[in-house]
């Protein structure tokens, strides 16, 4: 089992950056592919990035590419997104999750374990 604690959310400017972090507890951490997910207010949780468990795989949204960055640190059992350019539609709820013993998981249900989201908030 793994525990993951999001941080690193808050509130920016239109064409700012933030940096989240998503720090994992439990075994393990390599054999898990992770993943970023986004829930803004009335809408449905949205697939935001994934990385496999080498970190030589990754796969967005296309309303992220070239903006967004998924990476992860084995060593320090933490997975990031790095977030630049940001835009008032990128105002959500940010969620990491972790997939046990897969390759790259793109969908909600595939995924065991979720945090408990860090809040990204976007003006114009």
């Known amino acids: 089992q793994v525990q993951l604690v999001e941080s690193g959310g808050g509130l920016v400017q239109a064409g700012g950056s933030l940096r989240l972090s998503c720090a994992a507890s439990?075994?393990?951490?390599?054999?898990?592919?992770m993943g970023w997910f986004r829930q803004a207010p009335g809408k449905e949780r949205e697939f935001v990035a994934a990385?496999?468990?080498?970190?030589?795989?990754?796969y967005y949204v296309d309303s992220v590419k070239g903006r967004f960055t998924i990476s992860r640190d084995n060593a320090k059992n933490t997975v990031y997104l790095q977030m630049n350019s940001l835009k008032p539609e990128d105002t959500a709820v940010y969620y990491c999750?972790?997939?046990?013993?897969?390759?790259?998981?793109?969908?909600?249900?595939?995924?065991?374990?979720w945090g408990q989201g860090t809040q990204v908030t976007v003006s114009s």
């Open positions: 439990g075994r393990s951490f390599s054999s898990y592919a």
């Open positions: 990385i496999n468990w080498s970190g030589g795989s990754t």
């Open positions: 999750a972790a997939a046990w013993d897969q390759t790259i998981v793109l969908i909600a249900h595939g995924y065991d374990y």
